[in-house]
């Protein structure tokens, strides 16, 4: 890992080691992919403020998400089949995330389970819940994440039908991988990941086989997903949900002031600014574009995360900057977990941090509480409106 100097020499190698059908499932939007492109050019439309002469010496990037102390405003997101990219995927990166001192997100549609989590880090961790027609089988395994000691749910509320993502049904992608001439011949091609997959705990979806009916022999993660999945999911069910899960609770892909509101009234502790990553409505806003205008409105009441397009330091500045308490990453780490599984995770979550505390330091910033507008061009005078605006209400979450 040490010619890998940024995230986009990680995709680089990924590439080349992980098979097609696997690195494009993660990598890949739905259908013109153009909400995809736009969290990324949206993001690099905003430019950081330099500034000279400051002391910056004692520069530091701790600080706490739902009251937890964290090394760096940085949360690994939920990503499905992460075990396909790398064997044991879902261990390797949960390990990396503890080692660096942030927190790691399993997905439902993790390859390692729970419980396999849960014994490999002996630590607590984030769980993502998606919530399928079986309402038993959400209240078991919330049941089982709260036996691992999950730190917080996050609850995806996003994903109540599947955008088509072209890439995907074009590769022909299941897990395990189908016994086809292409994939075959793609695979023999990648011997260290084929050999980590074979030696990884298991080969198709941890959390449901045996959990959920029909899944013995289901391969096809777009096809369980169009049976099963709730459009009937409603604001009725995260009330339902509140009332069983004992933790924090944290609302993914939120894109909408309205719909902020509505957590917040709901009793939310958190919630994710964030499109899918560009893998849902194609066509939606950036998740940049609307972070500030969703900050404003509730980022007194709750912690307002964010997720969508990091891939930089700088990003992670910039959506510091507009409101967000910290960042998910999700293709950032993914491409250093096909890169070189544990060990390229840990490299990409410490580029990240050091591109980070480069982009403070010459910002003129020296702790994360201090980042606002101010260290963005053309914002120099929302620091006081900043300030105020993460001021906590008296009564309110933060203010706990």
């Known amino acids: 890992m040490k010619n890998m100097t940024c995230i986009a020499d990680l995709r680089t190698l990924a590439r080349a080691r992980v098979p097609r059908a696997f690195f494009d499932y993660a990598e890949a939007g739905s259908y013109n992919e153009e909400t995809l492109h736009a969290n990324r050019a949206d993001l690099e439309a905003i430019k950081l403020r330099q500034r000279v002469l400051v002391d910056v010496s004692k520069r530091s990037l701790a600080t706490t998400i739902l009251g937890q102390k964290v090394a760096a405003p940085l949360v690994l997101a939920p990503i499905g089949l992460c075990g396909m990219q790398h064997g044991n995927g879902e261990i390797l990166s949960a390990q990396a995330a503890n080692e660096a001192g942030i927190p790691f997100t399993l997905s ?11 014994e490999a880090t002996r630590k607590p961790f984030w769980f993502q819940l998606y919530v399928i027609k079986d309402r038993e089988f959400s209240k078991d395994i919330l049941s089982r994440a709260a036996d691992a000691k999950c730190s917080a749910l996050v609850l995806t509320v996003d994903l109540q039908v599947l955008g088509q993502r072209h890439r995907d049904i074009k590769n022909g992608m299941t897990v395990p991988p189908q016994i086809r001439l292409k994939n075959i011949v793609d695979i023999a091609s990648k011997p260290a990941w084929a050999w980590s997959i074979l030696t990884g705990k298991r080969k198709t979806f ?6 959920v009916k029909g899944m013995e022999n289901i391969n096809s993660l777009a096809a369980w997903i169009g049976t099963q999945f709730d459009p009937a999911l409603s604001w009725q069910d995260v009330e339902w949900i509140k009332k069983i899960w004992p933790g ?14 509505t957590a917040v ?83 990409a979550i410490d580029i990240l941090k050091k591109e980070l505390d480069v982009a403070m330091a010459l910002t003129g910033t020296s702790s994360i509480k201090d980042i606002g507008p101010h260290v963005l061009v053309g914002a120099e005078g929302a620091k006081k409106k900043t300030a105020a605006k993460r001021k906590p209400r008296a009564g309110s979450k933060q203010a706990e």
Do not use: W
């Open 248 to 261: 924090k609770l944290i609302l993914k892909g939120i894109l909408d002031v309205d719909d902020a509101k």
């Open 206 to 211: 941890g959390n449901l086989a045996g959990h």
């Open 108 to 118: 439902t549609m993790s390859i390692g389970s729970i419980e396999d989590v849960a």
């Open 265 to 347: 009234k709901l009793g939310a502790d958190a919630i994710v600014v964030s499109n899918h990553g560009g893998r849902q409505l194609d066509g939606a806003a950036s998740s940049i574009s609307m972070l500030p205008k969703i900050a404003d409105a509730v980022g007194s009441d709750l912690e307002v995360l964010f997720d969508g397009g990091i891939r930089t330091g700088g990003d992670m500045m910039r959506a510091l900057a507009l409101g967000a308490r910290a960042c998910l990453v999700g293709r950032a780490y993914i491409y250093g977990l096909g890169a070189g599984g544990q060990a390229g995770v840990a490299k």
